[in-house]
């Protein structure tokens, strides 16, 4: 007779406790002789009321003392459980207002118990509920962040990892900029399951376009030093090509009969204006790659503790 696990769901909430107490009670519904559930939510700066939570769940709300973000506050969590929590076999990194839908959890943990605990495992999404713009702009995200990096992203944060994994989750600082993206980044091993996406619970979400440009540049962000060579050596084709411009110009001046415009001599000035600032760019980029190396910051599996004002049980 197989073992009940426990799986702590762990959820930033922020000014949405209406879809919170709404997908509580789902994941309190949820069928299986084999998990048992808890929610540690992170409340990161809600300033609105929160509801009466009425379900038979064990519930942990971690107050932050200021709003840090959805990236942050899924570290945070991370943290805590790690650190507070010892009875567990996996943490559900999920969102909460349904868009992760809680009847994949037991998927998720499917695939995690098929690869024996080994892999983080993700949600990766093959039908979106979003506007025809959020996809049009999702889909130049991940051909950007693939053009940039070299790696390829299609998940987000929905994801199961096992209890001997989270300890290199933890102590990997990138995640505090960008969860998934400091997965990749980190060589942790992770696989992934094809799931929909569902609806909202209640409301409108609170991410707007501004914030999607943020969370896009800080999973590129996660890959400075790739992305500064990756800058050095396009850099290094856009000088080649411009000192191949002007000895082509050059010689057809010098040796040929050729009638060359008067304006050569202004393009040739302006080839090597160009030449200086893609100099300058790659200079100043692996400067600033060379400075943040030298710079050697420890993971601190408990800077959770300098955010967290309070805890409420539920």
């Given amino acids: 007779m197989s073992q009940t696990k426990k799986i702590y769901c762990l959820m930033p909430v922020y000014n949405d406790w209406q879809s919170f107490a709404v997908l509580t009670q789902k994941i309190a519904k949820i069928k299986t002789n084999d998990y048992v559930f808890s929610i540690v939510a992170v409340n990161d700066g809600s300033f609105t009321e929160r509801n009466e939570v009425d379900v038979d769940l064990s519930t942990t709300i971690l107050n932050l003392k200021a709003n840090i973000g959805h990236q942050r ?9 790690y650190n507070e929590k010892k009875d567990y076999d996996y943490v559900v ?3 909460c207002d349904g868009e992760d839908k809680p009847d994949d959890i037991l998927l998720l943990l499917e695939k995690a118990n098929t690869e024996k605990s080994n892999k983080i495992i993700f949600a990766q999404r093959k039908k979106r509920q979003e506007s025809v713009a959020f996809k049009t702009g999702y889909f130049f995200y991940k051909y950007l962040f693939y053009f940039l990096t070299g790696q390829k992203i299609n ?10 994994l989270l300890s290199k989750v933890v102590h990997q600082n990138n995640i505090w900029n960008h969860y998934s993206g ?3 980044q980190s060589k942790i091993p992770f696989d992934k399951v094809l799931l929909d996406r569902g609806k909202r619970y209640q409301g409108v979400s609170k991410t707007n376009f501004n914030n999607l440009i943020i969370h896009g540049l800080s999973s590129i ?3 400075f030093d790739f992305l ?6 396009y ?3 856009g000088i080649a090509i411009c000192f191949i411009s002007v000895i082509y110009i050059l010689y057809q001046k010098l040796f040929t009969n050729y009638a060359i415009p008067g304006w050569a001599s202004s393009l040739i000035l302006i080839i090597f204006g160009i030449i200086l600032q893609l100099f300058s ?3 100043i980029v692996l400067l600033l790659q060379l400075s943040s190396r030298k710079n050697i910051n420890t993971p601190n599996p408990k800077v959770y503790l300098d955010f967290i004002e309070s805890k409420d049980k539920l």
Avoid: E, H
């Avoid at 998940?155 to 001997?164: D, L």
């Fill in 182 to 184: 400091g997965i990749i």
């Fill in 73 to 81: 506050a899924i570290a945070v969590g991370l943290q805590y459980i």
């Fill in 235 to 237: 850099s290094l084709y």
């Fill in 228 to 233: 500064s060579l990756r800058i050095l050596r």
């Fill in 281 to 283: 760019v790659t200079l």
């Fill in 93 to 95: 990194v999920m969102d």
């Fill in 155 to 164: 998940f987000g944060n929905f994801s199961a990892i096992p209890k001997k």
């Fill in 221 to 223: 962000a996660v890959y």
